[in-house]
């Protein structure tokens, strides 16, 4: 990440200790973000995070001149400083190992609350044998279209952009291919896709570890990637199959996500673990990887995304959006922490004089 000017002369130790706390990071990760420009002093966050704005400037306030820090946002590139699409900062597959942990839903709800934090999000559907993104955004009758006969606009939906093979292939028709075709497809949907300028490139990977997937880890620069799993030991076996191939391929596992944890009753407020207790920990311990949120098992989840509507924009205060929300902030932190041990691409912008 590139910061015009450290701020120099000023004691600014307090504001850092302040920053480090609340976000949970070590003071020597944070003390870069502060930077003077016009003579103040300006916090400058890496990573998705919104809506924390307010009350980490609270708690500034409460410090000798906290008062005066400006804050804003300005998500840092990810990844190999060499890699190509320039536009878009991060690259992050979503994987889980099997197919009915939920991975897709998962997907559209992070990537809409990543936006909601202020990030610019898009999602690629990677999973060519049945990609549902398209049903879940709720423009699965529409194509992308072309200016120039070779490169496809991606479609826009509640704030995000998107492509899949599925707005290309009919509905009622199956993308009959072997593992190569299938995977030169994912390559041409993110290659020849004009994505504009993206934060976040979410991408929602097939079930398995086979072909799309190391084509994806092997020859696409992502970031890091999400493992989402359900408590039970049989999504749990898949999910620690998917952390090894990505742990092989050297791609940094950001965390896991534990879908379907419990069912709440509406009525009397009572939990009941449908599908047992404890895995997303003890997989997350197991693999030394942050262990991300739960997501409970609930109907309105499975009425937005068969609607193809977005619960976090319709409800931004429920139960169900406020998990997505804390999952997606841990999801941009980790990534943001998992870049600073890799080789940065560098954000520079040039101003002319006036």
């Not at 197919?99 to 060519?128: H, M, Q």
């Not at 994505?195 to 490139?201: F, I, S």
């Not at 990534?335 to 691409?345: E, N, P, V």
Request: with cysteine; net charge neutral; glycine share 10%.
């Amino acid at each position: 990440m590139f910061f015009k000017k450290r701020h120099a002369g000023t004691d600014i130790s307090s504001f850092v200790a302040c920053v480090a706390g609340f976000f949970s990071l070590p003071e020597q990760k944070v003390s870069g973000w502060f930077t003077s420009e016009d003579g103040g002093l300006v916090l400058t966050l890496p990573f998705a995070c919104q809506s924390q704005h307010q009350g980490l400037s609270l708690a500034l306030q409460k410090l000798d001149g906290g008062d005066k820090i400006q804050i804003r946002q300005n998500i840092a590139f990810g990844g190999d400083a060499k890699r190509g699409h320039r536009s878009i900062r991060n690259l992050l597959a979503v994987a889980s190992g099997k197919g009915g942990v939920g991975k897709s839903t998962t997907t559209i709800n992070l990537a809409l609350a990543l936006a909601s934090e202020g990030a610019r999000v898009g999602i690629l559907d990677a999973d060519i044998y049945g990609p549902s993104i398209p049903i879940m955004l709720g423009n699965a009758g529409e194509h992308p279209k072309s200016i120039d006969n070779r490169h496809m606009q991606p479609l826009q939906a509640h704030g995000l952009v998107a492509n899949s093979i599925g707005y290309l292939v009919p509905a009622d028709d199956a993308a009959v291919w072997r593992g190569p075709m299938a995977s030169k497809a994912l390559q041409q949907l993110l290659n020849e896709t004009l994505w504009p300028q993206l934060d976040y490139l979410l991408i929602d990977m097939p079930p398995g570890t086979g072909d799309i997937q190391l084509t994806l880890a092997q020859q696409v620069p992502v970031s890091g990637a999400l493992v989402v799993t359900t408590p039970q030991n049989i999504a749990l076996a898949d999910a620690q199959k998917a952390i090894a191939m990505f742990n092989k391929v050297k791609v940094p596992v950001l965390g896991v996500l534990e879908n379907m944890s419990y069912h709440q009753c509406e009525n009397c407020g009572h939990k009941e673990f449908l599908f047992a207790q404890g895995g997303g920990e003890r997989i997350s311990g197991q693999n030394k990887v942050p262990l991300l949120g739960h997501i409970p098992l609930d109907i309105h989840i499975r009425e937005y995304t068969d609607a193809g509507k977005a619960l976090i924009v319709d409800k931004p205060q429920s139960v169900i959006s406020q998990a997505y929300g804390a999952a997606a902030r841990q999801l941009a932190k980790q990534l943001y922490i998992s870049g600073q041990d890799q080789a940065q691409a560098i954000d520079i912008s040039i101003k002319e004089a006036d």
